[in-house]
Structure formats: C-alpha cells, structure tokens
C-alpha cells in the first residue's frame, strides 16, 4: 500500500488567515483525492487531481497536484469557522484499481 | 440522494462477543469498503470489496472479517471481540475503481468492554 504522509497533524489558525496542508509520497500517484471529515460525520470528497501540475479551485480552497505527481497541497484562503474539520488526502487507485488508502489527515481549527 | 446506512451509531460489546457491523447502500455500486479511524491514525483500511462475494484484505484485517453475499450490504465481522478493537468504524461505497467519489455512512463507534 503507498504511504500517503500528511502535514501539519494538527492545525489551529484565526479566522480570515490563510493556510496550506500538505500529503506527499515516496512513489508517484495515479491520482489522489482530498476529503473533509466534519465531526460525527463520514468524509466527503472535495476534488479529485488527475494530471500533474493540475490547479483546481473550489471557492476559497485552492488544489495542487505536483509536477511530479508525489504530492499535492491545499490552501485555504481567509479560513471560516465552517472551513474547520479533518482533511484527508486519498489514494484512490492502489491495489489493482479497486483500494482506496488514506492519509492519517491534518485536524483544521478555525478560532472565531 | 445517496445514501450509505450503517445498522447502529453506537454499540458497546462484551470482550468475546461475535460483533457483527452492517452497512448498506442504495446505489448499486460495485466497490465496498471498510475502515476503523482512531485518533492520530487516520482511516485505515480493513477490508473491501469490488464485486459481490468478492473481497480483499486492507492494511489490518487481523481479527476481522466480512461477508458480502448481496451488492448492496457489506458487513464487517469481530469473531472474537477484543478491546484494542474499540474504534470507531466507517463503512464507504463507490460506483467502482480508480477516481471514483467514495460515500460513507456516519460511523458506528464500537466500545468493547
């Protein structure tokens, strides 16, 4: 299974300041997923990067694919109280197609 | 709406018990899965699925089991329930493999005592 690593574990910022995480592997992805746990609840998928070097843009959260495909950042530009909760970067292709492996996550915690 | 049903939100288990975890979806999608999440260890794989009757080991299957005789119902299996297994659990489902979304249920959070 690829080690996906996740960076900071913990996060904690005021609102309306800017922020990146980070997931990053030894070995190049096929592609890879970002989600948002909220508490009490399951994940759910904000985007999916593809194509190296990829940008996608979900109103004030911006996704990164590297270059090289070994790792992606998101910003979150003048962070919410909403924007709290845990974000997990995913590898949606390992094993054959059919695994989907995730990070341990970055826990995001917007102070109002 | 998409939906993926998990039998209880909270369940509390005598150490020794067969503890069975159910999960149902009613999207017709091919791919099932199983993970504990713990804090600090993310989500880790414990089993999945791709096809009915079909299944694979995750990164920690040790103590568990599954059992998907119909397509829409996955269901997760403690033959011998342990305290280390007190976690909670999310079951997901997607249409199939590669980028497809993922959908989970709200969790159950097991206590084995």
């Known amino acids: 299974t690829q080690l996906l690593e996740q960076s900071p574990q913990f996060l904690s910022i005021q609102e309306g300041e800017n922020l990146t995480v980070y997931c990053n592997s030894s070995?190049?992805?096929?592609?890879l997923q970002w989600y948002r746990q909220e508490p009490g609840e399951g994940p759910v998928l904000l985007v999916t990067?593809?194509?190296?070097?990829e940008v996608k843009k979900l109103k004030r959260l911006t996704f990164q694919f590297g270059d090289a495909r070994k790792d992606s950042s998101l910003h979150i530009t003048a962070a919410q109280p909403g924007d709290t909760g845990l974000y997990l970067c995913?590898?949606?292709?390992?094993?054959?197609?059919?695994?989907?492996?995730f990070g341990k996550g970055t826990k995001l915690s917007v102070i109002p | 709406d998409v939906k993926v049903t998990q039998s209880s939100r909270y369940l509390v288990k005598r150490t020794g018990e067969k503890v069975f975890l159910e999960c149902v979806q009613d999207m017709d999608h091919e791919n099932m899965f199983w993970y504990r999440q713990d804090p600090g260890l993310g989500l880790r794989l414990i089993y999945f699925s791709y096809d009915v009757k079909m299944k694979e080991k995750g990164d920690i299957p040790e103590g568990y089991s599954v059992s998907r005789e119909k397509k829409e119902r996955f269901s997760l299996i403690l033959e011998s329930a342990s305290t280390n297994q007190t976690s909670m659990y999310l079951c997901a489902s997607r249409p199939g493999p590669l980028n497809t979304e993922a959908f989970f249920g709200q969790g159950t959070r097991l206590t084995v005592v």
């Open positions: 990067v593809v194509t190296g070097g």
């Open positions: 070995s190049v992805f096929s592609s």
């Open positions: 995913a590898d949606p292709s390992g094993a054959g197609s059919y695994q989907l492996t």
